[in-house]
């Protein structure tokens, strides 16, 4: 399987499947210009496409005629354009807190902006992220030393660390490192994508959703899920970052959606 990771994340956010006998074997990428991939030479090649030619690039260097890809956020309509390009070679999508294409459409859902307000807004706020970005890295890079004393505290408790601890420890030190005006760069690309027919998409599909998810309106993946014809909804209590709230959750939800498709 392919991890199409959330825009930043690193491929340590999902620490599940690093684990042996986790019943995957899993690949990732770092997106342009991020921690260790470097920035194109064309600085506007950086768009959904793009990233979803590096998906295609990780995948033939792993030797993968096909996999299962799992999307989180942008993520996710990275995951839908590689699969619309090549629908050959995706046995299943596992799509967490994103949908297939214009990702600014589904912002807001749980703050009530209006639908015709939230793509201004989202390009407002990712334009934002230049100037809101490094104090919040700041704060960000606060976390991690508490959350490893965390760790330490359970481990001498004689209990094992849970894996959504291991998680935000790790995404807190890469976001604390990001290069922020690169990073509203990547963001505001994501959001050129245009509104996706996904008719292609004849493969197996679950899309997880978060209710209290202010970047993606749970409503709005929920009637992506309808559209599909092999689609499962899951619904879960929580927010944009699922995969750090419910990291076994979402392990079992991808390993049902192994069993569904043909490569199981």
């Known amino acids: 399987m392919v991890v199409s990771n959330g825009m930043g994340a690193p491929p340590s956010a999902w620490p599940l499947l690093a684990e042996p006998g986790c ?23 950086v768009t959904v496409e793009d990233h979803a030619a590096d998906l295609e690039a990780v995948m033939d260097a792993a030797g993968m005629d096909r996999a ?24 299943g ?14 912002l807001f859902g749980p703050s009530g902006v209006l639908r015709e ?5 989202g390009r407002l706020g990712a334009w934002g992220l230049r100037w809101v970005g490094p104090p919040v890295a700041a704060a960000a890079s606060m976390l991690p030393p508490f959350l490893d004393s965390a760790q330490a505290l359970v481990s001498l408790a ?4 849970p894996p959504g601890l291991k998680a935000t420890g790790a995404v807190a030190r890469e976001f604390a490192t990001h290069p922020w005006t690169w990073y509203s760069r990547l963001v505001l690309a994501a959001g050129e994508q245009e509104p996706m027919d996904t008719g292609f998409a004849t493969f197996p599909v679950t899309i997880v959703g ?30 944009h970052f699922l995969p750090l709230q419910y990291p076994g959750r979402i392990h079992r939800e991808l390993l049902d959606l192994v069993e569904r498709s043909d490569l199981a």
């Open 117 to 121: 307000l939230r793509e201004p807004l």
């Open 93 to 106: 999508i596992l799509a967490v807190g994103g949908v297939p294409g214009d990702p600014f459409r589904v």
């Open 68 to 91: 299962v890809l799992v999307g989180w956020s942008v993520g996710v309509n990275i995951a839908f354009a590689f699969a619309r390009r090549h629908p050959e070679r995706v046995a």
């Open 158 to 161: 004689g209990f094992p660390v």
């Open 210 to 239: 978060g209710v209290l998810d202010n970047l993606a309106d749970v409503d709005d993946l929920r009637r992506t899920a309808r559209r599909l014809p092999r689609a499962r909804f899951v619904p879960l209590l929580g927010g």
């Open 23 to 45: 019943g995957v074997h899993a690949v990732s990428w770092y997106h342009r210009g991020l921690d260790a991939s470097e920035r194109p030479e064309d600085l506007d090649r």
